[in-house]
């Protein structure tokens, strides 16, 4: 079923009441995501609790419980999801959300008595309060919190009025969430170049709160040992913001953007087992910033013994022709190393035997590529910056490089902030075919 359709048929709930409650299905669902969103929950979550009741009405032939709704609506809503493709995480959430109650039930004093009189009357249809036996099986079940936490919001979406977002801004969230989040044609472009460009992966509204978390990061100081910032320019007069790096655990919204369930799942898919973080960077390239020589990111990323990457790109600002945006060389997939010169960047021959076609991309569009994929990237010469974030991901079979690669990372080529006046590094591979000046800014 496409998320089209889905959300059509959410929003024929906007009629439909709550069973006994004073708001329509849609609207509870709608609240109870919205204070998941408040909660600063994962998007799995979010979409759990936009959709923990569809039980109620995705079964026609369900047997009904006096007018308060389906029985066994918290499983026939997860084999629902299932069905319709979405990610496991989000079906085993919806399953749970009535084991929930019943835990609570047993667990918590006067709980029973707080809930809406539809809420327990549906308790007696659902089992009632859970036996011990039952009571350790789920304690001991992984989604066991996140299971309570849902049904927290669940009860607190019963607010006759409430400030929420509306459907629409669930619809490409849900589609990240799919099990297959890209077309049969979309694969075979990456199968076949070793690259894809995917529009609209974050919507507009959504990439409100990605903008802010990076105007955020940008302000933030130098600090010795966090956030790591580089700059170009060779001396003071002319210091311009080329790149932060390591930043995964400042910003909360960037945890789920590198992290969560649904870009993992897609990096997953193209490297064709579970995919693990192993950096992550924004380069800014602001008004008047240089452009990135062409080059392979294989050979900078060989540290740690791996043997195969992806980065994901996505464009917090419109990338242009104008602004510098990524040039992706037009080949078939390579799995091999081109000519290089000695700074590991392209020689002129191997970068005059390809066509560069420019990936301009919408704030919110992804650039996938693999660490074969020949790219670079001209100055900005616009007024307005362009700001992209570079997310690379290995094997997680090969290991965790993470933390590894920026201690080294650290040692070897440090951010200004923690250079010596004076001092010149030699970037090696932590600084391939990039503007960013070998010495102390300041
Ligand atoms: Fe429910
Ligand atoms: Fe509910």
């Known amino acids: 079923m496409s998320i089209t359709k889905l959300l059509k048929s959410l929003e024929n709930l906007s009629e439909v009441g709550y069973v006994g409650e004073p708001v329509s299905q849609l609207e509870h669902g709608l609240q ?28 026609p032939e369900a047997l009904q419980m006096e007018g308060l709704g389906a029985r066994d609506h918290d499983r026939l809503g997860a084999e629902y999801l299932v069905a319709i493709g979405l990610q496991p995480e989000i079906s085993a959430l919806v399953g749970a959300h009535v084991d929930a109650k019943r835990y609570l039930a047993v667990t918590t004093l006067g709980y029973v008595a707080k809930l809406s009189p539809a809420s327990r009357k549906t308790l007696d249809y659902q089992g009632g ?36 977002p509306n459907l629409e801004y669930y619809r490409a969230m849900l589609a990240r969430h799919c099990r297959e989040p890209i077309s049969e044609a979309q694969l075979d472009h990456w199968d076949r170049f070793g690259w894809l460009h995917i529009k609209g992966w974050y919507s507009e509204d959504e990439m409100v709160s990605i903008t802010s978390a990076t105007d955020d990061l940008q302000a933030r100081p130098e600090v010795a040992g966090k956030w790591m910032k580089y700059f170009e320019g060779a001396d003071g007069d002319a210091r311009t913001l080329c790149r932060i790096e390591n930043f995964l655990q400042y910003e909360p919204v960037y945890a789920e953007l590198l992290q969560g369930n649904a870009n993992l799942n897609l990096l997953s898919l193209l490297i064709n087992e579970r995919a693990a973080l192993f950096k992550e960077k924004i380069n800014f390239k602001l008004p008047g910033g240089q452009g990135f020589s062409a080059h392979q990111d294989a050979p900078a990323f060989t540290a740690f013994g791996q043997r195969f990457h992806v980065t994901m790109m996505l464009s917090i600002d419109q990338g242009t022709t104008d602004n510098g945006c990524l040039e992706i060389a037009t080949t078939s997939r390579l799995d091999d190393l081109l000519d290089m010169n000695e700074d590991l960047t ?97």
Not at 34 to 41: F, T
Not at 361 to 377: I, K, M
Request: hydrophobic share 40%; aromatic share 10%; net charge positive.
């Open 32 to 59: 109870a995501a919205g204070l998941a969103i408040k909660a600063g929950a994962g998007e799995h979550m979010v979409l759990a609790a936009l959709l923990h009741d569809v039980g109620h009405w995705c079964n």
């Open 129 to 164: 309060p859970m036996s011990d036996e039952a009571l350790s099986a789920f304690k001991a079940s992984p989604g066991f919190r996140d299971a309570l936490r849902l049904r927290a919001w669940d009860e607190a979406a019963k607010e006759p009025q409430a400030d929420r």
């Open 346 to 442: 392209l020689s002129d021959n191997a970068v005059a035997g390809f066509r560069w076609v420019h990936a301009e991309t919408a704030p919110g569009d992804l650039v996938l590529f693999d660490s074969y994929v020949p790219h670079r990237s001209a100055a900005n010469f616009s007024a307005v910056s362009r700001r992209a974030l570079y997310a690379t991901y290995n094997k997680a079979t090969d290991g965790d490089f993470r933390a590894r690669y920026f201690t080294e990372k650290r040692r070897v080529f440090p951010p200004d902030v923690e250079r010596r006046a004076g001092a010149r590094y030699d970037a090696g591979v932590f600084n391939v075919g990039n503007p960013v000046s070998l010495e102390k800014n300041r």
